[in-house]
């Protein structure tokens, strides 16, 4: 028997994956998650048991946590779009916030000693150049309520660890991409640059918008750092087996390729992928993006071992196309 992970979000685009990935490396794992963005067909079958609870509702965790005995936790819930966040910051604050609270006060409570935290490069802001690629150490201003959030939790759990029998680990993700042959990115509306391009693609959208053109880029576009999502899966097994030695009780990684790409090259690369024209126009930039977030990783490699096995985005991109291909109303079908 191996370990047993309470997964929660886990019904959620990288919950799921990460679900597979620990089913498959030999751990049993519950899934809770309160379904407002997840799916039931993305968790695995193998899993003891899918809870629909919420991380907020405290009767909800001591329910699922008096039921097992859990040797660590994940914890993937939150709302993570920063536009939105812009225009409905209390979203964030009462969902981020207090779904983290909740969940740490219950991990405490029921003497669970280990915790990955799903963290962001939203956190840092709008890092001076001299900063890229970004480091654990960068500072740290968020130029949207969302980084705020995941910022705010990360500062929690350090105190958290500091006063209680709990390590956390956070690992800051840089853009998640890609997809497992059954396990794919479905959001509702979607949001995000990679899976807009390829509806596009499948002929569900006519064209695209690309948010702004003139930032301080190459081409003038945002540059962000893809990174594929089971590689961001892999950082998250090493994490429990590290925090199950001797590890520090409170650790920080990034976690990307160091390779940033431009909104253009992202829609050109699909294009190649796809062979599908795929028109895009110009238009006004989001509300709180920064102009550039690329990862230095060197750090998780280092002191987790991790590697990134799939870092190039076109393979990245063809993995998302083969599945949304495959899947092209999402999980609805
Ligand atoms: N997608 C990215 O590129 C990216 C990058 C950096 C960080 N992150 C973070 O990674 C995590 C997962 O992202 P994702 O893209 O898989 O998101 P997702 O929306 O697909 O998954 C989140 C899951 O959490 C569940 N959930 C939300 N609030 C809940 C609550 N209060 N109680 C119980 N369940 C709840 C949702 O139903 C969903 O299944 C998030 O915390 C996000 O902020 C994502
Ligand atoms: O229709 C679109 C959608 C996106 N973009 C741009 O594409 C880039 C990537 O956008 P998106 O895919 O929405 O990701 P981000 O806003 O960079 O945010 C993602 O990556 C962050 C870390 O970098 C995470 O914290 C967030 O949760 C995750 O949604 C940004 O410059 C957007 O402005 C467009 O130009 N047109």
Redesign the pocket.
Known sequence: MGELVLV?????????ICVHELIETGYDVVV????????KDAVDSRVKELVV?????EEDLNAVLSKYSFDACM??????LVGESVKVPLKYYD??MN?AIELAKALTRHNVGRIVF?????IFGEPNPEFVPIAENCPKEPTNP?GET?LSIEHMLRWTTNAHDLKATCL??????GALPNIG?D?SPES?LIPIVLQVALGKRDKLAIFGDDYPTRDGTCVRDYIHVVDLAHAHIKALEYMKDESPKFNTFNLGTSNGLTVKEIIETSRKVTGHPIPADVGPRRDGDPATLVADSRRAQEVLGWTVRFGDVESIIRSAWEWHQGHPDGYAQ
Do not use: P
């Open positions: 929660c979000g886990g019904a959620g685009y990288i919950g799921s809770f998650d309160n379904m407002t963005k997840g799916h609870g919420d991380v907020r509702n914890h993937f819930c939150a709302d993570s969902n981020n779904g799903s963290s962001t490069a939203a969302y995941k800051r993700y840089f853009n998640a991409a990115e959001h995000h």
